[in-house]
């Protein structure tokens, strides 16, 4: 944990940089430096060159780590991404002001913004830290927020170890740099939006877990129909044993969060790549089930299995038998 109000951020320069073989640490930004980059942008160079911040006091060798900040990091300021709508600095500002109030933040342009389609970054410095298992909801509230008020938030911001990337002067560039204190605590709103947000995710998971244990209850009908000598498909005997939420853990997926998401074992950036819905699992980001069956693809159980078949080379897998 930070001293109060002392921060030193992990950053970087470019996509590229990584100390994950290395071991040794990241540069470390304060407050008070980003505040001084944004006044006066010392850079005008390609992103794959920018530097770019992690919010969290954890600088360590595998700071780029998403489990790792979730588990190990300690933030320091809120951040957002605006890349839609292009309200002006004005509107912006007054959206920050009424839900975190007039305390200390910067927002300025990011490198793709023209005058005529503004682009912003922004960022709101907290006195205490708060850990990094909190982040994700407290970044997601805020953006439900901002939505509320009309500012459109790139959600990917919410994720523990995402790349924030500083400023970098493009051919329109504005700014705004508040220097009042630090914001003591988290505004009521955010909390109480994080809280809802909580309270709403544990309902659905309540009903996807009264629904699993519905199907599991039909599973073993059906399990108890396919003896021998039955006209059963492949397709119907596979679904009547296994979950795809249980074939996710066979395999190796990793659960986060307090909904059915999923992270690849073969993810390096360890980020969420599938959801579960209603026992059916829908790929919507990442390459390893896109590669198979195509972004925002459903799949049953017997396409969790396919897909878990291709990535791991296993034998194909057949019906077994039945002998009378």
Request: proline fraction near 3%; glycine fraction near 8%.
């Amino acid at each position: 944990m930070s001293k109060i109000g002392v921060h030193n951020f992990a950053s970087g320069f470019g996509q590229s940089d990584t100390h994950k073989n290395d071991g040794s640490d990241y540069e470390a930004i304060t407050p008070e430096q980003i505040m001084q980059m944004v006044r006066v942008p010392r850079q005008s160079v390609d992103k794959s060159k920018a530097q770019w911040v992690i919010p969290s006091t954890y600088i360590g060798h595998d700071a780029r780590s998403h489990s790792v900040q979730r588990e190990r990091g300690a933030y320091g300021m809120l951040a957002i991404d605006v890349d839609e709508g292009s309200p002006s600095l004005e509107q912006l500002d007054a959206a920050l002001v009424g839900i975190c109030g007039d305390e200390s933040r910067a927002i300025y342009s990011t490198s793709g913004a023209t005058a005529d389609n503004l682009k912003w970054r922004a960022f709101v410095f907290l006195r205490d830290t708060i850990t990094g298992a909190e982040y994700s909801d407290y970044q997601t509230a805020l953006f439900d927020l901002l939505g509320e008020r009309g500012i459109q938030c790139d959600r990917a911001l919410a994720r523990a170890g995402q790349l924030i990337y500083l400023p970098n002067r493009g051919t329109h560039y504005q700014h705004k740099v508040s220097d009042g204190p630090m914001l003591l605590s988290l505004p009521a709103s955010i909390i109480k939006r994080a809280k809802q947000n909580a309270d709403s995710a544990e309902r659905a998971h309540a009903a996807q877990r009264k629904l699993a244990e519905q199907r599991a209850s039909e599973r073993a009908k059906r399990n108890a129909s396919c003896v021998a000598g039955d006209d059963v498909s492949l397709i119907d005997w596979f679904n009547s044993r296994n979950s795809v939420e249980q074939l996710f853990n066979k395999y190796g997926y990793e659960s986060v969060g307090q909904r059915q998401d999923y992270i690849s074992p073969q993810s390096t950036s360890k980020s969420v790549s599938v959801k579960i819905y209603d026992d059916k699992g829908t790929a919507y980001l990442g390459r390893t089930l896109t590669a198979v069956l195509g972004s925002g693809q459903n799949l049953a159980a017997t396409g969790m299995l396919t897909t878990s078949a291709y990535i791991t080379n296993t034998a194909a897998i057949t019906k077994p038998r039945f002998e009378k």
